[in-house]
């Protein structure tokens, strides 16, 4: 069991905060620029533009996430998480086919505002019903109907954030911006994990004794998991109001050919359904949302269950669980930039062949886990891997291969359909593992600590990660066209 003197808990509780600033401040400043031409007024502009905006994209993962926190402290069963989820991942994946439509429409800044006003009441709301003692662990239904609630407003946020960048990012930059979007996805991930497990220890200490068992009025201190994140969130929308623009245009400098799908396009009177019907009819953006319901699965597979794994066999006090947040943070910045660097200079902006690459590592991880699981330690540092991993992917193709395929006048349908596939993919492994499905024991139960009782978890892994592997390579050579490229795409050659 790990143990720690008072000076060692401080500079665990330090160490890793100041490594990450550390790490992210190199990255930035060091990163590789593709020249278009920018002035240095319109990039600190741009700055300026995308900093609030990412940001708030970033708190809205700590008022989803906190929902995985309070299964992880013993605030709802691994069953009733796993249906919970199920229906508010379901909920974000098909609300594309209204949402997407709306950011193209509305522009991103609004969306974004509209994200973070929801997300903020919905988190607000279970926050004060709990602590209330209106519900609690137990109130399922109402757990669900309120989670799916967040969700729905959660998902206009990966929507806005690439709808505005997809105006102020040149095609042949974004693989960089692609690694900007895995920084915040990475900080969105600290701040749930590592922030929401010390605002539960700080709310309810019970929870997260084991040598206690937290009473119903101990179990009420877990309100502040939904009541920090909605107040950060206030914080957050008033910022995005104040900065966040849609175009360059609209921030008083001039607007400029981004060279994507759009380019040349004249914007039509064309109705949602008529832009989604093309973009599922086009088979590059078909298959990257096939790819993406891939790395859903496995994105949500390591990020949602590794914890009750090392609970479960007692390596819930290693280094790497105890600060999850932030080794998956780092993980996360290290694939987004090694994937954004990568995809604009070696590949010249194509975001295919990174994926299949990084998608090795997926395949490649999810194998070596299944020898591996009697060593926890071990699996906690493949686990890491593969979360740079699939956050790069991610980057990639939600991020930056949907603006660059769907064109900047089409990018909320392009983000909405892609991101959909993310979040049916969620959906999937929350039955799998944890919902009516389950493959998977119980936490605190006997089965739990039993290692082979938990091979199912990467053994599930294995096949989703080949098929995600196979339709990568598929379109290794994928590449855009101007304008022309929704309407007939450039196919890998054979």
């Known amino acids: 069991m790990y143990d720690a003197r008072p000076m060692?808990?401080?500079?665990?509780?330090?160490?890793?905060?100041?490594?990450?600033?550390?790490?992210?401040?190199?990255?930035?400043?060091?990163?590789?620029?593709?020249?278009?031409?920018?002035?240095?007024?319109?990039?600190?502009?741009?700055?300026?533009?995308?900093?609030?905006?990412?940001?708030?994209?970033?708190?809205?993962?700590?008022?989803?996430?906190?929902?995985?926190?309070?299964?992880?402290?013993?605030?709802?069963?691994?069953?009733?998480?796993?249906n919970i989820d199920f229906w508010g991942s379901l909920v974000y994946g098909v609300s594309f086919l209204l949402n997407g439509p709306l950011a193209d429409r509305l522009g991103g800044r609004r969306t974004i505002l509209i994200a973070a006003a929801g997300a903020l009441g919905a988190n607000a709301l279970i926050g004060l019903l709990w602590l209330t003692g209106v519900i609690d662990g137990h109130s399922t239904m109402t757990l669900t109907l309120l989670f799916t609630l967040n969700m729905y407003f959660q998902s206009f946020g990966a929507v806005s954030i690439v709808k505005v960048n997809a105006s102020w990012f040149h095609l042949r930059e974004r693989g960089t911006f692609g690694g900007i979007f895995g920084i915040l996805i990475s900080l969105g991930l600290y701040f749930a994990f590592d922030w929401g497990s010390r605002i539960a220890a700080a709310g309810c200490p019970a929870c997260t004794a084991k040598t206690a068992k937290p009473s119903p009025t101990d179990l009420q201190g877990l309100a502040w998991l939904f009541l920090a994140p909605a107040a950060i969130l206030a914080v957050f929308w008033a910022m995005s109001f104040v900065f966040v623009r849609d175009t360059p245009a609209s921030a008083g400098l001039k607007d400029f050919d981004v060279a994507d799908a759009s380019s040349g396009e004249v914007a039509t009177r064309e109705s949602s359904v008529q832009v989604i019907v093309r973009m599922l009819r086009n088979p590059i953006i078909l298959t990257i949302a096939l790819i993406e319901l891939c790395s859903g699965f496995l994105r949500q597979g390591i990020l949602k269950w590794s914890g009750d794994f090392a609970r479960g066999v007692g390596a819930a006090g290693s280094y790497v669980m105890l600060h999850w947040g932030m080794v998956s943070c780092i993980a996360g910045i290290t694939g987004g930039m090694f994937a954004g660097v990568i995809s604009d200079h070696l590949f010249r902006s194509r975001r295919l062949p990174v994926s299949t690459a990084l998608y090795v590592i997926m395949l490649a991880g999810s194998i070596a886990l299944v020898p591996l699981l009697g060593v926890p330690t071990g699996v906690s540092w493949i686990i890491a891997f593969m979360a740079m991993?699939?956050?790069?992917?991610?980057?990639?193709?939600?991020?930056?291969?949907?603006?660059?395929?769907?064109?900047?006048?089409?990018?909320?349908?392009?983000?909405?359909?892609?991101?959909?596939?993310?979040?049916?993919?969620?959906?999937?492994?929350?039955?799998?593992?944890?919902?009516?499905?389950?493959?998977?024991?119980?936490?605190?139960?006997?089965?739990?600590?039993?290692?082979?009782?938990?091979?199912?978890?990467?053994v599930a892994m294995i096949p989703v990660a080949a098929i995600g592997l196979g339709l990568s390579m598929r379109l290794w050579n994928a590449q855009v066209k101007p304008h022309t490229a929704t309407a007939a795409p450039v196919l890998p050659a054979k």
Not at 425 to 443: F, I, R
Request: net charge positive; charged share 15%.
């Open 389 to 458: 991993a699939i956050i790069g992917v991610h980057g990639m193709l939600s991020g930056v291969a949907s603006q660059d395929f769907g064109g900047r006048l089409h990018t909320g349908v392009a983000v909405g359909l892609i991101d959909g596939f993310v979040y049916l993919g969620t959906a999937l492994q929350d039955q799998v593992y944890g919902g009516y499905g389950s493959l998977l024991p119980e936490k605190g139960t006997e089965a739990a600590k039993v290692v082979s009782n938990w091979q199912a978890w990467p």
């Open 8 to 82: 060692d808990k401080l500079q665990q509780e330090v160490v890793p905060i100041l490594l990450l600033c550390g790490i992210i401040a190199i990255v930035v400043t060091r990163l590789p620029r593709v020249e278009v031409g920018h002035t240095r007024g319109f990039l600190r502009r741009r700055t300026l533009n995308w900093v609030p905006l990412g940001l708030t994209y970033a708190f809205l993962y700590m008022g989803r996430y906190n929902m995985t926190v309070l299964k992880n402290v013993q605030g709802i069963t691994q069953h009733d998480f796993g």
